[in-house]
């Protein structure tokens, strides 16, 4: 099992930036395991948002987050980030890194992945 917490959110104006970071720990972390980011708002489902392969060589996107989001990752610091420019008020959610046991790709479904982090709030404000 992996452990993932995440950091950075919080308050923003629209139009401005932040910088999440997913830190993975735990017994079995002795891969690299293809890495993603979620978000869920009050109501909705969760949804994806980013992924990155086990060596960063893939990367997916939301079509909402295309061109404003950059996932990437370090390795031997065992990080995973996700840097936010152009924030917009209906990015305001719940975000969460998740990790998947194996696997070469950049997976979008929230069925893909095993291990999920506590979540961190972005709030954008209009």
């Known amino acids: 099992q992996v452990q993932l917490v995440e950091s950075g959110g919080g308050l923003v104006q629209a139009g401005g930036s932040l910088r999440l970071s997913c830190a993975a720990s735990?017994?079995?972390?002795?891969?690299?395991?293809?890495m993603g980011w979620f978000r869920q708002s009050p109501g909705k489902e969760r949804e994806f948002v980013a992924a990155?392969?086990?060596?960063?060589?893939?990367?997916n996107y939301a079509d909402s987050v295309k061109g404003r989001f950059t996932i990437s990752r370090d390795n031997a610091k065992k990080m995973v980030y996700l840097q936010m420019n152009n924030l917009k008020p209906e990015d305001t959610a719940v975000y969460y890194c998740?990790?998947?046991?194996?696997?070469?790709?950049?997976?979008?479904?929230?069925?893909?992945?095993?291990?999920w982090g506590q979540g961190t709030q972005v709030t954008v404000s209009s």
């Open positions: 998740a990790a998947r046991g194996s696997g070469n790709y950049a997976y979008r479904e929230v069925a893909d992945y095993d291990s």
């Open positions: 735990g017994r079995t972390f002795y891969i690299n395991p293809p």
């Open positions: 990155i392969s086990w060596n960063g060589g893939n990367t």
